[in-house]
């Protein structure tokens, strides 16, 4: 079983900036995409961005799109999600997860998810 970590959340002010990570006990993510989603309170599980990890094409929910990048580096065998200009909407367990062999992202396509990160906006 892959043992998926994600670690950076925290308690940020409105308009502040956190950076997420994410490592996996195996790392072999070639042909898979990686991705983030979030869950708030009493909300279902969103996806929030992805990476392809062969060729780097992300994409982003336009809820984030212009604020959070995505991205990874191969030799540390880590994914990132730089989250900007912080707001009251996006308070959540954000969760990383390793996507189906070949598989476009989507919460149904998730082998592997962490436990997740608690992202908490004070305004």
């Known amino acids: 079983q892959v043992q998926v970590v994600e670690s950076g959340g925290g308690v940020v002010q409105a308009g502040g900036s956190l950076r997420l990570s994410c490592t996996a006990s195996e790392w072999n993510v070639l042909n898979r995409a990686m991705a983030w989603f979030r869950q708030a309170p009493g909300e279902e599980r969103v996806w929030v961005s992805c990476?392809?990890?062969?060729?780097?094409?992300?994409d982003y929910a336009d809820s984030v799109k212009g604020r959070f990048t995505i991205s990874r580096d191969s030799v540390k065998n880590t994914l990132y999600l730089q989250m900007t200009r912080l707001q009251p909407t996006d308070p959540a367990m954000y969760y990383c997860?390793?996507?189906?062999?070949?598989?476009?992202?989507?919460?149904?396509?998730?082998?592997?998810w962490g436990r997740g990160t608690q992202v908490t906006v004070s305004s």
């Open positions: 990476i392809n990890w062969n060729d780097g094409i992300k």
């Open positions: 997860a390793v996507q189906r062999l070949y598989a476009p992202c989507s919460r149904l396509n998730v082998d592997f």
